[in-house]
Nanobody, 124 residues
């Protein structure tokens, strides 16, 4: 039903930058509105943690470790969320996941949608 497709991951040296993208779509109708959009990450052997969130109104929240380095943004017309990652550190290495808490469609609301993840590897 809800498909979140991530792109932009890859291998980068410490201090470099990457821009992640996530685009939402539905196979059983059309999307009307999208609520909070988030990026999570999960490193091997660790819990999945929220990295950044952007609300429908554009309010943002960042985890402390990325504040000042990462920037989340959204484009409602494109049904997309982005994560600009600057000054990357080796500890940023993880699989990054796109998440939408709630969206409305022509066939009703959908909750807690996830992408399949994109690998970000930061080398020293």
């Amino acid at each position: 039903q809800v498909q979140l497709v991530e792109s932009g991951g890859g291998l980068v040296q410490a201090g470099g930058s990457l821009r992640l993208s996530c685009t939402a779509s539905v196979s059983d109708g059309v999307i009307f509105t999208i609520g909070d959009m988030r990026w999570y990450r999960q490193a091997p052997g660790k819990q999945r943690d929220m990295v950044a969130q952007i609300s429908q109104n554009g309010d943002t929240i960042y985890t402390t470790s990325v504040k000042g380095r990462f920037a989340i943004s959204r484009d409602n017309a494109k049904k997309a969320v982005y994560l600009q990652m600057n000054n990357l550190k080796t500890e940023d290495t993880a699989v990054y996941y796109c998440n939408i808490d709630r969206l409305t469609t022509s066939r009703g609301p959908r909750y807690d949608s996830w992408g399949q993840g994109t690998q970000v590897t930061v080398s020293s």
